[in-house]
């Protein structure tokens, strides 16, 4: 199903702006010349009706009557236990979805979430927007031509800020740091290295802030392939950091190593504001390109760069994580068909 009968602009709503993305999005579609950001429902009026004002558009109380007012597509970035609930309503209204990360809070929710959009013909992304920014790209490439040889290891970060509210809810979240920042180093390695995960190992704990989920963790994983690779996911960033974190990688291989920093392009801002100094990031958007390709997907009736399974594939690693935590051993990856 595509969406060319529609006119020139893609006409899109936004469900929720619950996750702090959602805004970085609305924003990226209002930049684009062949779409057009036609509506917010959110289910907290406060919050959406002042989004609706911001971008210039149209707040909706309920989900159900944006998504019969004509929508072509949604972006979806409610409380990660929310996304099916969400996705599987746009999929039986025809509505194509951009869903946050991660795709679920489980396994199962996924697939439903999966085989719903593919019963009705609609394209289901994943919000990765880290396949899209200059340097990963490059880096991926670099890999595909040979530079470093045979890639032996990887060695990840993703740090950052602890983001408060409803994040540190689990019925909400689904977990804490380890859910939040390895669903997208995991996109990453299955995507650069053209592979799956064959295990992980994980310890993970709570460090830096007093509550009971987790904000820390140390995780190694084995590929299909025999590459061995270790992610540090947290929330170890302090309030007044001047960013919100990072995303780096060390890809080491018979012939030379990549190093690669996702977010290194900025500038240093000093003021007088609660952070006295800021990273402001320049350069091209990745989330303006994450939607764009969306955009274009959906239009063209093709593929977007990560889709509903490749959610899927990342969510199992990080659910696979916290077995092993739990279990003190091994946890090895039992993907399920979809």
Same mark, same amino acid.
């Given at each position: 199903?595509?969406?060319?009968?529609q006119?020139?602009?893609?006409?899109?709503?936004?469900?929720?702006?619950?996750?702090?993305?959602?805004?970085?999005?609305?924003?990226?579609?209002?930049?684009?010349?062949?779409?057009k950001?036609?509506?917010?429902?959110?289910?907290?009026?406060?919050?959406?009706r002042?989004?609706?004002?911001?971008?210039?558009?149209?707040?909706?109380?309920?989900? &159900?009557?944006?998504?019969? $007012?004509?929508?072509?597509?949604?972006?979806?970035?409610?409380?990660?236990?929310?996304?099916?609930?969400?996705?599987?309503?746009a999929?039986?209204?025809?509505?194509h979805?951009?869903?946050?990360?991660?795709?679920?809070?489980?396994?199962?929710?996924?697939?439903?979430?999966?085989?719903?959009?593919?019963?009705?013909?609609?394209?289901?992304?994943?919000?990765?927007?880290?396949?899209h920014?200059?340097?990963?790209?490059?880096?991926?490439?670099?890999?595909?031509?040979?530079?470093?040889?045979?890639?032996l290891?990887?060695?990840?970060?993703?740090?950052?800020?602890?983001?408060?509210?409803?994040?540190?809810?689990?019925e909400?979240?689904?977990?804490?740091?380890?859910?939040?920042?390895?669903v997208?180093?995991?996109d990453?390695?299955?995507?650069?290295?053209?592979?799956?995960?064959?295990?992980?190992?994980?310890?993970?704990?709570?460090?830096?802030?007093?509550?009971?989920i987790?904000?820390c963790?140390?995780?190694?994983?084995?590929?299909?392939?025999?590459?061995?690779?270790?992610?540090?996911?947290?929330?170890?960033?302090?309030?007044?950091?001047?960013?919100?974190?990072?995303?780096?990688?060390?890809?080491?291989?018979?012939?030379?190593?990549?190093?690669?920093?996702?977010?290194?392009?900025?500038?240093?801002?000093?003021?007088?504001?609660?952070?006295? +100094?800021?990273?402001?990031?320049?350069g091209?958007?990745?989330?303006?390109?994450? +939607?764009?390709?969306?955009?274009?997907?959906?239009?063209?009736? $093709?593929?977007?760069?990560?889709?509903?399974? &490749?959610?899927l594939?990342?969510?199992?690693?990080?659910?696979?994580?916290?077995?092993?935590?739990?279990?003190?051993d091994?946890?090895?990856?039992?993907r399920?068909?979809c």
């Open positions: 199903m595509t969406a060319e009968h006119g020139n602009e893609l006409r899109i709503g936004a469900i929720s702006f619950a996750h702090m993305h959602a805004h970085s999005y609305a924003r990226a579609v209002c930049a684009l010349p062949d779409a950001l036609v509506g917010v429902a959110d289910e907290d009026e406060n919050r959406g002042a989004a609706a004002e911001q971008y210039g558009t149209r707040y909706f109380s309920d989900v &159900d009557q944006l998504l019969g $007012s004509g929508v072509d597509a949604v972006i979806v970035c409610s409380e990660n236990a929310r996304h099916k609930e969400h996705v599987v309503m999929a039986r209204s025809d509505v979805v951009l869903c946050e990360k991660p795709i679920a809070v489980t396994v199962s929710d996924g697939v439903e979430m999966i085989e719903a959009c593919r019963v009705a013909g609609v394209s289901l992304a994943t919000a990765f927007p880290v396949r920014v200059p340097a990963i790209m490059r880096a991926k490439q670099m890999v595909d031509e040979g530079k470093v040889g045979e890639v290891a990887v060695k990840a970060t993703n740090h950052g800020r602890m983001p408060g509210g409803w994040f540190i809810k689990r909400l979240s689904g977990g804490g740091a380890v859910i939040d920042h390895t997208h180093v995991a990453l390695l299955r995507w650069i290295l053209k592979d799956e995960f064959k295990s992980v190992y994980a310890e993970i704990d709570t460090r830096f802030h007093d509550f009971d987790d904000d963790g140390t995780l190694a994983f084995e590929m299909e392939k025999g590459i061995f690779a270790t992610l540090d996911p947290s929330w170890s960033r302090p309030r007044n950091y001047p960013t919100w974190g990072d995303v780096a990688m060390e890809i080491i291989g018979t012939d030379g190593v990549i190093s690669v920093d996702a977010f290194s392009q900025h500038l240093v801002e000093i003021g007088d504001s609660q952070r006295p +100094v800021r990273y402001r990031g320049w091209d958007s990745s989330d303006l390109a994450l +939607v764009a390709d969306f955009v274009s997907a959906v239009r063209e009736g $093709s593929r977007p760069a990560a889709d509903g399974v &490749d959610g594939r990342a969510l199992e690693v990080a659910l696979a994580a916290y077995e092993s935590a739990s279990c003190g091994v946890a090895v990856l039992n399920v068909d």
